[in-house]
């Protein structure tokens, strides 16, 4: 470990949910993990990207130039066919001040379309990392996505976020309604750091 070319990465999310998931896929792996609770405080950037894998990137770059430690960041969400894709990388900012409140903000916009909602989740994932003059640069970038439908009205208590109204997989249960490993064995989230391990596990060393 001690020959690795990034031993320590910072796993640069504000989303407690995300951690937990991250921190999950990622076990195992011989780096140091760190999150932002670890770093002095980075105020967030903004995101202003058009796309998951923009915002991604403006994170990642963000964050390792403020820390000057190797970061890897995601940007995902939820894109729901009927409404054009959104909420898309608006997810976050979706209006409601809960999710109980973006379930019903969401649920009247749906409801002049005929079932079935189709839906998808996707996760961009950016590692960047500073180069030999100490400018962080995008080092690899990847992404996932899981399809799936949204529910008639929202299921389960696990996961976070959009989870409730979502069936990932193929048995019907929503996110609400899978532990964290079985989200992760079908979710956006779990594809993309599956293939994000692979490649920082044949690339970290010196
Ligand atoms: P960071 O930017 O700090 O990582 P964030 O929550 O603001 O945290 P995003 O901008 O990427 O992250 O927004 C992602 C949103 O998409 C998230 O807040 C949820 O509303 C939704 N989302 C993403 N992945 C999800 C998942 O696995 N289950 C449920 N909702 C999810």
Do not use: Q
């Amino acid at each position: 470990m001690s020959s690795s070319r990034w031993p320590i990465i910072l796993i640069a999310t504000t989303n407690p949910g995300k951690i937990r998931e991250i921190r999950r896929a990622l076990e195992g792996t011989p780096i140091d993990w760190r999150t932002l609770a670890d770093v002095p405080f980075v105020p967030e950037p903004e995101e202003t990207g058009a796309t998951f894998a923009e915002n991604a990137r403006l994170k990642a770059l963000a964050y390792a130039s403020a820390t000057g430690l190797p970061t890897i960041a995601e940007d995902s969400g939820l894109a729901i066919d009927a409404i054009g894709g959104r909420p898309g990388v608006l997810s976050a900012r979706y209006p409601g001040a809960t999710y109980a409140d973006k379930f019903t903000s969401l649920y009247r916009e749906l409801a002049p379309h005929p079932r079935p909602w189709t839906a998808h989740f996707v996760a961009a994932l950016a590692f960047a990392a500073p180069d030999d003059a100490g400018t962080a640069r995008v080092v690899y970038e990847c992404e996932g996505r899981v399809d799936g439908e949204i529910v008639e009205s929202p299921r389960g208590t696990h996961g976070f976020g959009y989870d409730p109204i979502f069936v990932y997989g193929t048995d019907g249960r929503t996110g609400g309604e899978l532990s964290d490993e079985e989200k992760l064995a079908v979710s956006h989230r779990g594809r993309a750091f599956r293939i994000f391990r692979r490649w920082i596990s044949d690339h970290a060393g010196s």
